[in-house]
Nanobody, 121 residues
Framework: QVQLVESGGGLVQAGGSLRLSCAAS????????RRWYRQAPGKQRELVAE???????NYKDSVKGRFTISRDSAKNTVYLQMNSLKPEDTAVYYC???????????????WGQGTQVTVSS
């Protein structure tokens, strides 16, 4: 199985910064992409940022220029550096891995437990 453990959430004032980490462990055969999603109260979960196997990155429009996704392949860890945070960034942030742990199995989503980010105005 694949386990994802997030850390780094917390409470910060508007304009501040936070860095989220997501460490993957277990049997990982293939990683297609690592992603960060978020879900605010009463809203659907949305994709915030992703980094693909070839290193390409994509961002939600509202976080472009403020958030940066990166990875340390040796540590199987992905990061989300969040700068110039706004109250509307408040949400539970979830780490995601799209891939598979066995060549005989289909690719699937793996999820972390989520970490709360609260931005006060």
């Amino acid at each position: 199985q694949v386990q994802l453990v997030e850390s780094g959430g917390g409470l910060v004032q508007a304009g501040g910064s936070l860095r989220l980490s997501c460490a993957a462990s277990g049997s990982i055969f293939e990683v297609v992409a690592r992603r960060w999603y978020r879900q605010a109260p009463g809203k659907q979960r949305e994709l915030v940022a992703e980094i693909t196997n070839d290193g390409s990155t994509n961002y939600k429009d509202s976080v472009k220029g403020r958030f940066t996704i990166s990875r340390d392949s040796a540590k199987n860890t992905v990061y989300l550096q969040m700068n110039s945070l706004k109250p509307e960034d408040t949400a539970v942030y979830y780490c995601n891995l799209w891939g598979r742990n066995n060549p005989l199995f289909a690719r699937r989503d793996y999820w972390g437990q989520g970490t709360q980010v609260t931005v006060s105005s």
